[in-house]
C-alpha cells in the first residue's frame, strides 16, 4: 500500500486519480487550495486525507509531501497564465525533490514534446524537461483531448440547440481521452512504478471525427445532434491559446497508439 500525494485532487485529472488509488486500496493525501470545498469533502469521506496545500506556499508543499511514497502532478495554465503554470509545476517538482518523493507521475498533454507552438503545451513541457533533470524518479503520461469537455462550458451550450460546435472540419480525425481513463491509467503508473519509471506516454482512449463525435451524441441524448464549425477567429477573440491547439489538431492531428494502449494496459480498459 502507497502513500500518494495527488494535486487537484478537487480538479477532474486529480480527482479521477484519487478516486482510482481510493479504489486500488492506497492511501491517499487530496492535496488542494480548499480543503472545506464540498468536492474535498466528497473525496474526505471516501477515505482521503485532505491537506492544504498552495504551489505558492513552499511550507505549505515541504508539510504535504513529506512521508508520501509518490506523487500525482498536475499543473494549469487556466485561471492563471502558462509563466505561473511552469513557475509552479518547477516549484512543484524541487518540493518533491526535497520531501525524497520515490516517484512522480505529471500529467501533460499529448504532443507537448513536439514543439507544438501551442502555449498550454510548451509550459507543460518545460515542467516535463525540470522533473527529468531533477533526479526522482519519474514517468509522465500525456493525454489527448478531454471527451469530458464535450459536455461542459459553450460546447454544452450548443448542445442544447441541437448543434455540437467544434472548432474542426467535420471529417479530421481527433484522438480523445475521457478523464476517468486518464486516473486509471497514472494509478497503475504509480501502483507499477518501476515499469513506468523513465517513460512518457501519450494517451488517448478513441479517436472520432467531430461529425462521428455528433452521431455518438445523438444517440446519446435521443435528438438530433449536428456538427457546426466554429471558425478559428472566434476562438481567437476569447483565447489565442485554445486558438493554437484547434489549428494544431487540425493541421497535425494527435497520433496516439490507441490499439496497442488498449493491447499493452487491458487494467484500464
Not at 16 to 26: D, I, N, P, S
Not at 113 to 119: L, Q
Not at 144 to 171: K, Q, S
Amino acid at each position: 500500500m502507497l502513500t500518494v500525494a495527488v494535486t487537484g485532487a478537487t480538479g477532474a485529472q486529480g480527482g479521477a486519480t484519487a478516486r482510482a488509488l481510493l479504489a486500488a486500496g492506497h492511501r491517499v493525501r487530496a492535496l488542494t487550495r480548499r480543503p472545506g470545498s464540498p468536492t474535498a469533502e466528497t473525496l474526505r469521506a471516501l477515505g482521503a486525507d485532505v491537506r492544504r496545500a498552495d504551489f505558492d506556499d513552499p511550507a505549505s508543499l515541504e508539510a504535504a509531501l513529506s512521508g508520501a511514497d509518490s506523487l500525482f502532478a498536475v499543473t494549469t495554465p487556466f485561471g492563471a497564465d502558462t509563466t505561473t503554470e511552469t513557475r509552479q509545476g518547477m516549484a512543484l517538482v524541487d518540493a518533491a525533490a526535497a520531501a525524497r518523493i520515490g516517484h512522480v507521475v505529471l500529467t501533460s498533454a499529448a504532443h507537448a514534446d513536439r514543439g507544438t507552438g501551442v502555449p498550454h503545451y510548451e509550459s507543460k513541457y518545460l515542467v516535463e524537461q525540470h522533473l527529468r533533470v531533477s533526479g526522482v524518479p519519474w514517468t509522465v503520461i500525456a493525454p489527448a483531448a478531454f471527451m469530458d469537455n464535450h459536455a461542459t462550458g459553450w460546447t454544452l451550450d450548443g448542445l442544447r440547440e441541437g448543434t455540437f460546435a467544434w472548432p474542426m472540419p467535420a471529417d479530421r480525425p481527433l484522438a480523445l481521452i475521457a478523464v476517468q481513463d486518464i486516473g486509471a491509467f497514472a494509478a497503475l503508473a504509480l501502483d507499477r512504478r518501476e515499469e513506468f519509471n523513465g517513460r512518457r506516454i501519450d494517451l488517448a482512449s478513441d479517436e472520432l471525427t467531430p461529425a462521428q463525435i455528433a452521431q455518438a451524441l445523438t444517440a446519446a441524448t435521443g435528438r438530433p445532434i449536428s456538427h457546426h464549425e466554429v471558425p478559428l477567429t472566434y476562438v481567437r477573440e476569447h483565447s489565442a491559446d485554445l486558438a493554437a491547439m484547434f489549428a494544431y489538431f487540425t493541421a497535425s492531428g494527435l497520433d496516439v497508439d490507441v490499439k496497442g494502449l488498449r493491447r499493452d494496459f487491458p487494467e484500464v480498459g
